[in-house]
T-cell receptor, first 116, second 110 residues
């Protein structure tokens, strides 16, 4: 299968600061990437769909000004949590689609964000 | 509305078989996935069904009935390492957007 690398694996930041999370497809071109959030003992909730070269599409209830998504190249998408607060503490996971090849989406390792 | 329902938790003994059911009602359907997720880790792909019937892959099998909005994941010869959360996910569109169920925590006991 294809490899998606997410960085960092974990991050602790102070309330009010911004954090950037990177999602890279290492051996395929990801025209579409998805960002999910997962709270403890809950399922993955889709936050937004990121298409290369265009604006991200956000799910209902997700603040686009707080969760900035950039998909500037076919191998990299970034999620920036701006002015983070403790309630933003969560597990953030990206997935990527190679529309020219595999059926399934491949997931990054996830990023554990803790805001103190 | 859109719903994907699966049991919250199941317990089984090592060597046994467990069947995790998933029922769905979604606005679109382009296939159903099963993922395994260990605590604190990202999901790993187990199976994909887009047509009705059974797909077998080693100890894991997955079944789909599109007319009934129903799937199951069958885990055979359970091992301790199979203790994890199993997520049922429906692909809503051709772009790969997935809607996940809440997950079923499988506990394997000695």
């Amino acid at each position: 299968g294809a490899v998606v690398s997410q960085h960092p694996s974990w991050v602790i930041c102070k309330s009010g600061t911004s954090v950037k999370i990177e999602c890279r497809s290492l051996d395929f071109q990801a025209t579409t990437m998805f960002w999910y959030r997962q709270f403890p003992k809950q399922s993955l909730m889709l936050m937004a769909t990121s298409n290369e070269g265009s604006k991200a599409t956000y799910e209902q209830g997700v603040e686009k000004d707080k969760f900035l998504i950039n998909h500037a190249s076919l191998t990299l998408s970034t999620l920036t949590v701006t002015s983070a607060h403790p309630e933003d503490s969560s597990f953030y996971i990206c997935s990527a689609i190679d529309r020219g090849g595999y059926t399934e989406a491949f997931f990054g390792q996830g990023t554990r964000l803790t805001v103190v | 509305g859109q719903n994907i329902d699966q049991p919250t938790e199941m317990t089984a003994t090592e060597g046994a078989i467990v069947q995790i059911n998933c029922t769905y009602q979604t606005s679109g359907f382009n296939g159903l996935f099963w993922y395994q997720q260990h605590a604190g880790e990202a999901p790993t792909f187990l199976s994909y069904n887009v047509l009705d019937g059974l797909e077998e892959k080693g100890r894991f099998s997955s079944f789909l009935s599109r007319s009934k909005g129903y799937s199951y994941l069958l885990l055979k010869e359970l091992q301790m390492k199979d203790s994890a959360s199993y997520l049922c996910a429906v692909k809503n569109d051709s772009w790969g957007k997935l809607q996940f169920g809440a997950g079923t925590q499988v506990v394997v006991t000695p």
